[in-house]
């Protein structure tokens, strides 16, 4: 079965320095990756996904991942953090079923 | 445009008494049907899924269960609530004949069993 895990539970980083949160899978064949973004109360909003092709995506928000074959991740990234990006972030699969596995999440907090 | 929808925003509810909750979507036909929980510091359990009408799928044992009456409407229940039912609750579409497209959530519904 396939796994997904997300290596640190919360980060905290400073508003305008760079955020990058782990995300690495376990599975047989290379997945349907996604990062969603859950504000405080709130559902799972996309901000980007990756099927195939270039293996750097680009997100919403200013957000970026990058699938690594080689080391079964898809990190994402942003060059700077803004106040409005506190939130649980989640990666998850789809090793093609349609069913999504997701991580445990990985809280970021931003400090002024 | 496509929307979804999920009520009640929130719930609290005693021990043994009976819960549904609603999800509906708007502007595609025919998804896959999903409900999700997420506990308290926890990521989110996939519970039930459903690729048409009166077709559930079950995930996980447990004290739920789900229907879908209606190509749009998904709907879970159960009849008598524990307290380990207490979760964020969300309900997810994937819309069909786009090839390998996206999950879609909802808002949310927050129980909490007293």
């Known amino acids: 079965a396939q796994s997904v895990t997300q290596p640190d539970i919360h980060i905290t980083v400073s508003e305008g320095a760079s955020l990058e949160l782990r995300c690495n899978y376990s599975?047989?064949?290379?997945?349907?990756l996604f990062w969603y973004v859950q504000s405080p109360g709130q559902g799972l909003q996309l901000l980007l996904k990756?099927?195939?092709?270039?293996?750097l995506v680009q997100g919403i928000k200013g957000f970026e991942a990058e699938f690594k074959r080689s080391q079964s991740s898809f990190n994402l990234r942003k060059p700077s953090v803004h106040w409005s990006d506190a939130a649980e972030y989640f990666c998850?699969?789809?090793?093609?079923?349609?069913?999504?596995?997701f991580g445990a999440g990985t809280t970021v907090t931003v400090r002024a | 445009s496509q929307t979804i929808h999920q009520w009640p925003a929130t719930l609290v509810q005693p021990v043994g008494s009976p819960l549904s909750l609603e999800c509906t979507v708007e502007?595609?036909?025919?998804?896959?049907l999903y409900w999700y929980r997420q506990a308290a510091g926890r990521g989110l359990q996939l519970l039930f899924y459903?690729?048409?009408?009166?077709?559930i799928s079950s995930e996980v044992p447990q004290n739920l269960s789900a229907s879908r009456p209606q190509d749009r409407q998904f709907i879970l229940s159960s009849k008598k609530l524990l307290l380990s039912d207490s979760g964020f609750y969300l309900c997810?579409?994937?819309?069909?004949?786009?090839?390998?497209?996206?999950?879609?959530f909802g808002p949310g519904t927050r129980l909490l069993v007293l």
């Open positions: 599975y047989g064949a290379t997945p349907y």
């Open positions: 990756y099927f195939s092709g270039d293996t």
């Open positions: 502007g595609t036909s025919n998804p896959n």
């Open positions: 998850a699969v789809d090793t093609n079923d349609y069913k999504l596995s």
């Open positions: 459903s690729v048409g009408i009166g077709q």
């Open positions: 997810a579409y994937l819309p069909r004949g786009a090839g390998k497209e996206t999950q879609y």
